[in-house]
């Protein structure tokens, strides 16, 4: 039993314990519901440390004795706070190292995938009303926002290393939804991923060589093919000398090396100034910096990642792509709407000459690795060379760099 500075406040008449006949969960999950929903910024302040707990207990005390529940109040609070700032039935989960996504596509309904493999799970919230108290309260607590009018929510929870995406209604026809993706404390070496099969020695080789160079560098494929893991063992690899700025939406790299500064977005929901991932690309261009790690590539921060490759920068990223040589087009269709001005052929004179390596992965395993040379003007094409690629038939592969 917690100990707490009301213990002295306590009277007879709450002393009562779990084996009265209340229904203690359920007056655990009103008092609960109550808080989350009256002050939903003082769980995120408790659970960042802004504000001790003894704040949010004396909350709890004063609901208990607004609603007159006869119940011991530690036992109560310690039900309270292993709701709110625990996951409840996917603790477990969470905890197993083993365990990279935990998808809830239904109340009823959840898949993990342990080692690379998906399978369902036997778990189920008893109701969809209480799924959704679960969800919303995961956000709110990692400092995000949900409503009816914001009904899609990304946070990361920094202490279990996790991304966290929900929808609820009127997004969600289907009910509420949970995406969990996990990062490991500590991230792979690449000979542990070449013990994994993601590649072998020779492609290994090939990327400490590249790790070492001031080359420029792109991981892609589609989600979950492997692209942070092998971004985190890459970085690892990289000299001590170089300071490195990681910029990112929400936090995955985690990098380990001290020579990596590590920023991310602002969202408005939190006042002040807005910043986006190209504003810390850009404000990055005054602080002396040898290169740049994006998490991921999504949208207008596209072009100010290239336009520091461009300078000569070392520039190291993910991006959604269906084979190495696509990414070179799906960059263009990200930067799009921020090259107004620039003909098609200048725009991709850029892209070439701002990148020289991009790796594609597919389900945790790398498949291609091109260098990009340049873009011909006249033959309208990116001109490439193959450093590896996955012979597909006979499960061989074939290696045209090894130095």
Known sequence: MIKTLHNSLMEEEYCMTRNTNLDFQAISLELSSSIIKMNPGLIADVSSGKIERIVLEKEIIKLIDNKRYKVQRDIMIKEIMNYMFGYGILQYYIENENITDIDGTRYNYFMIKENGIKKKIDIK????????KFCRLIIIRNGGIINENDSHARVSDENYRLRINVAINPRNITGPSLTIRKHRRTAYSLEELSDKDMFDKKVEKILVNIANSNSRIIFSGKGAAGKTTLLRAFIKKINESERILVCESDAEIYPESKNFISQRIKKDCYGGRK???????????????????????????????????????????????????DSLYRLLMLIENSIVGLSENTVKKVIANSLDIIVYLKNFEVQEIIKVNRYSNEKRVFEI???????????????????
Do not use: P, Q
């Open 125 to 132: 919230f008893s109701t969809e009303e209480e799924f959704d």
């Open 275 to 325: 910043l986006e991932l190209k504003d810390l690309l850009k404000d990055g261009l005054t602080m002396s910096l040898d290169g740049y790690c994006v998490g991921e590539l999504v949208g207008e921060e596209t072009w100010d990642f290239l336009k520091a490759g461009y300078t000569d920068h070392k520039i190291i990223g993910t991006l959604h792509a269906i084979s190495a040589e």
């Open 385 to 403: 060379d193959y450093l590896y690629k996955k012979k597909i038939r006979n499960n061989e592969r074939n290696l045209a760099y090894e130095n």
